[in-house]
T-cell receptor, first 114, second 111 residues
Framework: EPEVTQTPSHQVTQMGQEVILRCVPI?????FYWYRQILGQKVEFLVS????????KSEIFDDQFSVERPDGSNFTLKIRSTKLEDSAMYFC????????????FGPGTRLTVT | SQQGEEDPQALSIQEGENATMNCSYK?????LQWYRQNSGRGLVHLIL?????REKHSGRLRVTLDTSKKSSSLLITASRAADTASYFC???????????FGTGTRLTVIP
């Protein structure tokens, strides 16, 4: 069964460094999302992406964040200058054009900013 | 915000018993979805109920939706130890398909 994959599974970085989190959505899906989950808290929407542009973004998704679909398979989240409070699990999700709206999530990348 | 809130926050039951989790939300929705998360893992979609539906079944899962009360419930029947996980409701605001998650219910099924 097709699945969303994410790399790396765990990323440790120093405050102020740039990180790129990578996702490979399910191949025939057209809608892509990033969410984050700070330890012990709820999953929060960051950004949605469709047709090579951002559809919607939350207040969390400020100028430090960017997303890109550099080729036909990868979907990336870049954090330009990481802060301690960016430490969280970051989940990528994708959704097909068919279906009713269910999203398929990757296993997540645990980002630790020290 | 339109995030859902689940209750209870934690639920512990014996294997074979039924587990009921509730979710409330604040704004109008297109659909409501339930997801499961095993510790430290990604979210797995369980079931989706549209705003014009009142009840859905999928295997041992039964979901109800009351849009007048802005609430939903997830019932897991004949629970198994493998059902131990956190369960989240997520609302899909009309037309956006961006999910807003609740705080989750941590279910423990004791063998």
């Amino acid at each position: 069964e097709p699945e969303v994959t994410q790399t790396p599974s765990h990323q440790v970085t120093q405050m102020g460094q740039e990180v790129i989190l990578r996702c490979v959505p399910i191949s025939n899906h057209l809608y892509f999302y990033w969410y984050r989950q700070i330890l012990g808290q709820k999953v929060e929407f960051l950004v949605s992406f469709y047709n090579n542009e951002i559809s919607e973004k939350s207040e969390i998704f400020d100028d430090q964040f960017s997303v890109e679909r550099p080729d036909g398979s990868n979907f990336t989240l870049k954090i330009r200058s990481t802060k301690l409070e960016d430490s969280a699990m970051y989940f990528c999700a994708s959704r097909g054009a068919q279906g009713k709206g269910e999203q398929y999530f990757g296993p997540g990348t645990r980002l630790t900013v020290t | 915000s339109q995030q859902g809130e689940e209750d209870p926050q934690a639920l512990s039951i014996q294997e074979g018993e039924n587990a009921t989790m509730n979710c409330s939300y604040k704004t109008s929705i297109n659909n409501l979805q339930w997801y499961r998360q095993n510790s430290g893992r990604g979210l797995v979609h369980l079931i989706l109920i549209r705003s014009n539906e009142r009840e859905k079944h999928s295997g041992r899962l039964r979901v109800t939706l009351d849009t007048s009360k802005k609430s939903s419930s997830l019932l897991i029947t004949a629970s198994r130890a493998a059902d131990t996980a956190s369960y989240f409701c997520a609302t899909d605001k009309t037309g956006a398909n961006n999910l807003f998650f609740g705080t989750g219910t941590r279910l423990t099924v004791i063998p």
